[in-house]
C-alpha cells in the first residue's frame, strides 16, 4: 500500500537531511577530541603552545564549509540536487578518514577541512531539497529537519565523547573512535539519495516537465500524474518558469542589481551571519574551556554537554511540531532576546562568581542559563536559519542565492571559533557580552525587515518580495495567514499565477477605501 503523500514526502526530507547528523556529530564531537591526553600529545608543542593553532583545529572545519559553497551552486544546478549530495557526503567520508587515521597536526587540519568542504555541500542542498519538494503546508516542518537531524549529530557526540573519556581515558581510541563514528551516516546517505525522487522545480528548470509531473506526483498524488494538485502545481511552476526565460539563464549579477534579489540575498545573509553572533559556536566548541573557568572538572563538563544535547533535541522538536503554526518571523525574534538574556546573566556570573570563587549553587545556574540558551536556540533561531533562506527565493536563483547566504554562517563560524581561545584569554568574561548585545540586535532587525513566508507557495515569492514594504511592522506582511490557503487553491486549481500581486493591490484597496469610510463618517 502506498503511503500518504505527505508522509512519503516527509521521509525524503528525512533521508535528504542525514547529513546534518554528520554535521551535528562534527560540530559536537571535537569538543571532546581535544581535551584528550592522547591527542594533545600527538598534536605537537606548537598545538599545546599556540591559542591560535588550537582554534584553527576547530575552525578549519567550518572554513572548508565556507569554500565547499562556490561548487556547490554549480553542482546543484548542473547534476541536479541529489547526486551534489552524494559527492557531498563522499568528500565528507574521506575528510572524516584522515582525521581518524591522523598521526600528525597537518594530517589532522587536512581531514577537518576536507570534512567541512563535504558538509559546506550537504547542508546547503539538503532545506534547498527540502522547500523544492514540499507541501507548503508542510514546507517550515520539513525544512527545519535540517536543524533536529544536527541535535541528533550532536546528542550521538556528546554521549560517545562522555562515554570514550570516562571508559577509554589516555588512550588512542579515547579520540579516534569517536572521529572514526561520524563516517557511518554517511553510507546510508549515499545510499539513499539513489532512491528519492528528484527535486520537481530542478527537473522543470532543465525543461524536463514530464519527469517533473511524475517526480510532483510520486511526492503528492501516489504517482497520479492527473491528480489536480499535480496540474496545478506543475502550472504555476510553468509560469514562473516562463516569467524566468523572459529573463534568461540565471546570473550571479542579477542577484545584486535586482532589487528583489538583493533584498532576498541581503535577509538571508544576515540572518546566517547573526546566528553566529548568539554564541551558538562558542558555547558547542568551547564548551569545556567555559565550563572550566566556572570550576568544574572536563569529564562532569563532557555530562553537562551531553545533557544539553538532550534539552537541543527536545527544543528541535518544538520546531519541527509548531513551526508551520507560529510562522518565522515570532520564533526568530523569541529565540534571539531569550538568548541575549541568558548570556546577559552567563556575563553576570561569570564576573562576579568565576571558577576561583567558592559558590556552587551560581556555577550551577551558570550551567542552567546555557541550557535555557540551547533551548531557545534550538526551538526558534537554529532551524529557521536555513529553512528561512531555502524558500525566500525563486527557482532559478535559488542554488547560487543559498550558497552566498549560507557562506555567512561558514564565515562567522570561522571567525567566532578562531577568535574565542584569544578572546577568553585577553578579555575573560566580557566577551560574554558580545553575544549578549548581539541576540537583542538580532531579534530588532528581524522584527523590521523580515516579511513572514509561512504557508506561501515556492512560485509566490518573487511577488512577496516585490509588493511587501522594507518595514513589515504593522502590515499584513508581518502576519501569518492561513497556512493551508495556498495548499487549498492549488488542489481545487484556484489560484492564479502572480496572484500573490494582485491580492497585494487588492488589499491595499480595501485598506484605501475604508480610509475614505472613516474620513466621509
Known amino acids: 500500500m502506498a503511503l500518504p503523500p505527505k508522509v512519503f514526502t516527509w521521509l525524503c526530507g528525512l533521508f535528504a537531511s542525514l547529513g546534518s547528523i554528520i554535521f551535528g556529530y562534527d560540530l559536537g564531537v571535537i569538543a571532546g577530541v581535544t581535551p584528550a591526553t592522547d591527542f594533545r600529545r600527538l598534536m605537537s608543542s606548537t598545538y599545546l603552545n599556540n591559542a591560535n593553532v588550537q582554534g584553527l583545529v576547530v575552525s578549519i572545519f567550518v572554513l572548508g564549509c565556507f569554500f565547499?559553497?562556490?561548487?556547490?551552486?554549480?553542482?546543484?544546478?548542473?547534476?541536479?540536487?541529489?547526486?551534489?549530495?552524494?559527492?557531498?557526503?563522499?568528500?565528507?567520508?574521506?575528510?572524516?578518514?584522515?582525521q581518524t587515521g591522523a598521526q600528525n597536526l597537518g594530517m589532522m587540519l587536512s581531514g577537518r577541512f576536507l570534512a567541512g568542504f563535504g558538509v559546506g555541500i550537504m547542508a546547503d542542498l539538503a532545506p534547498l531539497y527540502q522547500a523544492e519538494i514540499a507541501h507548503p503546508s508542510i514546507r517550515g516542518r520539513l525544512t527545519t529537519l535540517q536543524q533536529f537531524m544536527l541535535g541528533i549529530g550532536a546528542f550521538t557526540a556528546s554521549w560517545v565523547t562522555y562515554g570514550c573519556s570516562a571508559g577509554l581515558k589516555h588512550r588512542p581510541a579515547?579520540?579516534?573512535?569517536?572521529?572514526?563514528?561520524?563516517?557511518?551516516?554517511?553510507?546510508?546517505?549515499?545510499?539513499?539519495?539513489?532512491?528519492?525522487?528528484?527535486?520537481?522545480?530542478?527537473?522543470?528548470?532543465?525543461?524536463?516537465?514530464?519527469?517533473?509531473?511524475?517526480?510532483?506526483?510520486?511526492?503528492?498524488?501516489?504517482?497520479?500524474?492527473?491528480?489536480?494538485?499535480?496540474?496545478?502545481?506543475?502550472?504555476?511552476?510553468?509560469a514562473e518558469i516562463s516569467r524566468s526565460s523572459e529573463i534568461g539563464e540565471a546570473s550571479w549579477s542579477e542577484l545584486f542589481t535586482v532589487p528583489s534579489n538583493f533584498r532576498r540575498l541581503s535577509l538571508g545573509y544576515i540572518l546566517q551571519f547573526s546566528v553566529q553572533m548568539t554564541g551558538v559556536s562558542a558555547i558547542q566548541y568551547y564548551s569545556t574551556t567555559i565550563f572550566t573557568t566556572m570550576g568544574f572538572s572536563s569529564t562532569r563538563i563532557l555530562l553537562f554537554q551531553s545533557i544539553n544535547s538532550v534539552i537541543a533535541l527536545i527544543g528541535e522538536a518544538c520546531c519541527v511540531l509548531w513551526i508551520d503554526a507560529t510562522g518565522r518571523r515570532t520564533p526568530m525574534i523569541v529565540g534571539n532576546v531569550a538568548s541575549g538574556l541568558s548570556f546577559v546573566v552567563g556575563s553576570i556570573l561569570m564576573a562576579r562568581w568565576p571558577g576561583t570563587v567558592n559558590n556552587n549553587a551560581a556555577h550551577y545556574i551558570f550551567i542552567i542559563t546555557t541550557w535555557i540558551f540551547n533551548f531557545f536556540f534550538s526551538a526558534c533561531i537554529g532551524p529557521l536559519s536555513w529553512a528561512y533562506p531555502a524558500e525566500i527565493?525563486?527557482?532559478?536563483?535559488?542554488?547560487?542565492?543559498?550558497?552566498?547566504?549560507?557562506?555567512?554562517?561558514?564565515?562567522?563560524?570561522f571567525f567566532i571559533a578562531q577568535?574565542?581561545?584569544?578572546?577568553?584569554?585577553?578579555?575573560?568574561?566580557?566577551?560574554?557580552?558580545?553575544?549578549?548585545?548581539c541576540g537583542h540586535t538580532n531579534a530588532l532587525f528581524i522584527w523590521a525587515?523580515?516579511?513572514?513566508?509561512?504557508?506561501?507557495?515556492?512560485?509566490?515569492?518573487?511577488?512577496?518580495?516585490?509588493?511587501?514594504?522594507?518595514?513589515?511592522?504593522?502590515?499584513?506582511?508581518?502576519?501569518?495567514?492561513?497556512?493551508?490557503?495556498?495548499?487549498?487553491?492549488?488542489?481545487?486549481?484556484?489560484?492564479?499565477?502572480?496572484?500573490?500581486?494582485?491580492?497585494?493591490?487588492?488589499?491595499?484597496?480595501?485598506?484605501?477605501?475604508?480610509?475614505?469610510?472613516?474620513?466621509?463618517?
Open 68 to 98: 565547499g559553497m562556490f561548487p556547490v551552486a554549480y553542482f546543484a544546478d548542473y547534476l541536479g540536487r541529489r547526486k551534489t549530495i552524494q559527492i557531498g557526503a563522499a568528500i565528507y567520508m574521506l575528510g572524516g578518514a584522515l
Open 174 to 238: 579515547e579520540w579516534r573512535l569517536p572521529l572514526g563514528l561520524q563516517i557511518l551516516p554517511a553510507i546510508p546517505l549515499i545510499t539513499f539519495m539513489l532512491f528519492l525522487p528528484e527535486s520537481p522545480r530542478w527537473l522543470a528548470e532543465k525543461g524536463r516537465m514530464i519527469e517533473a509531473q511524475a517526480s510532483l506526483a510520486r511526492l503528492h498524488a501516489r504517482g497520479d500524474i492527473n491528480d489536480p494538485f499535480v496540474i496545478s502545481q506543475v502550472k504555476d511552476i510553468q
Open 393 to 413: 527565493y525563486s527557482t532559478r536563483t535559488r542554488a547560487k542565492a543559498t550558497a552566498i547566504s549560507s557562506s555567512a554562517s561558514w564565515i562567522s563560524n
Open 419 to 437: 577568535v574565542t581561545p584569544p578572546a577568553f584569554i585577553h578579555i575573560d568574561w566580557r566577551y560574554y557580552l558580545v553575544f549578549a548585545i
Open 449 to 521: 525587515f523580515f516579511p513572514e513566508t509561512s504557508g506561501r507557495r515556492l512560485e509566490e515569492m518573487d511577488a512577496l518580495f516585490e509588493t511587501a514594504p522594507i518595514f513589515v511592522p504593522g502590515t499584513e506582511y508581518a502576519k501569518i495567514g492561513d497556512r493551508l490557503a495556498a495548499e487549498r487553491e492549488l488542489r481545487e486549481g484556484n489560484f492564479r499565477p502572480g496572484d500573490l500581486t494582485e491580492r497585494a493591490r487588492d488589499m491595499d484597496d480595501e485598506e484605501k477605501g475604508s480610509t475614505e469610510m472613516v474620513e466621509k463618517s
